[in-house]
């Protein structure tokens, strides 16, 4: 456990997270773990857990929450963005559609780098927008392999079904069809940390009529491989760092 800082609550809730550290927690464990009174424990987790610093499991157990990860993919976002944009240049090249990365912020998608077709219709989605999660393929893809519970939470709403984000686990790749911008389809695959977790979606958009009703087909297999590429780049970086 750190050394105190003085300021007790953000101590308290450092060591809430530290015992967290080995895996899920009951309540009793916690108390045992950093020495905090039980009922001072007990307010701390139910304000961390509102802030999504800390979660449950289907047992009720306390674990580390899904924001600590949004958190740990922002530290390392300069990084990515930085690897991403020779990929999305050399993946637009090759398909000849306009290529983006989108992060998962909060609620919505973002477009943290693109690459855009120069000429003729295209699917322009500048640097800094912000899109629903609950429409196309990068959506999909952010969100099919989430926990349980963001999972549900997550397809409330949402334009694609259960089955869909299942397909899209099994094949690795995701499409849409007009599901964000009628006459627009797309094709994502995810972007992975060192630790294997989905930090961003890596993706080609553009009209149908270009693209096809079947736009998996024709470009899953380059989508893929440029997510691939970004991923061994952040981990060649991460290891460098480290």
């Known amino acids: 456990m750190h050394r105190p800082s003085g300021v007790g609550v953000v101590d308290k809730a450092a060591a809430i997270l530290d015992a967290l550290e080995a895996g899920p927690t009951s309540l009793a464990q916690l108390v045992a773990a950093t020495g905090i009174a039980r009922p ?23 674990i580390l929450g899904s924001r600590l ?24 090249d090759a398909t000849g559609e306009s290529s983006q990365l989108f992060r998962r912020q909060a609620d919505s998608r973002v477009c943290v780098a693109s690459a855009e077709r120069p000429v003729g219709l295209r699917d322009t989605i500048p640097v800094g927008t912000r899109l629903s999660m609950k429409a196309g393929s990068a959506a999909q893809v952010l969100l099919a392999w989430e926990d349980h519970e963001r999972l549900v939470e997550g397809l409330s709403g949402a334009v694609f079904t259960p089955t869909v984000l299942a397909a899209v686990r099994r094949r690795g790749w995701a499409q ?22 989905v930090i961003a979606a890596v993706s080609i958009s553009g009209p149908i009529e270009r693209l096809t009703r079947q736009p998996g087909r024709v470009h899953a297999e380059t989508v893929m491989r440029a997510a691939l590429n970004l991923t061994e780049l952040v981990r060649s970086a991460e290891t460098t760092s480290s």
């Open 40 to 62: 001072t424990l007990h307010r701390l987790a139910a304000a961390l857990v509102h802030h999504r610093l800390v979660g449950r499991d289907l047992q009720g157990r306390y």
């Open 69 to 92: 990860g949004e958190l740990a993919s922002a530290a390392g976002e300069d990084r990515l963005t930085s690897a991403a944009g020779p990929v999305l240049t050399r993946l637009r």
């Open 176 to 197: 849409s069809l007009g599901e964000r911008e009628p006459g627009v389809a797309s094709v994502s695959a995810p972007v992975r940390s060192p630790s294997g977790r």
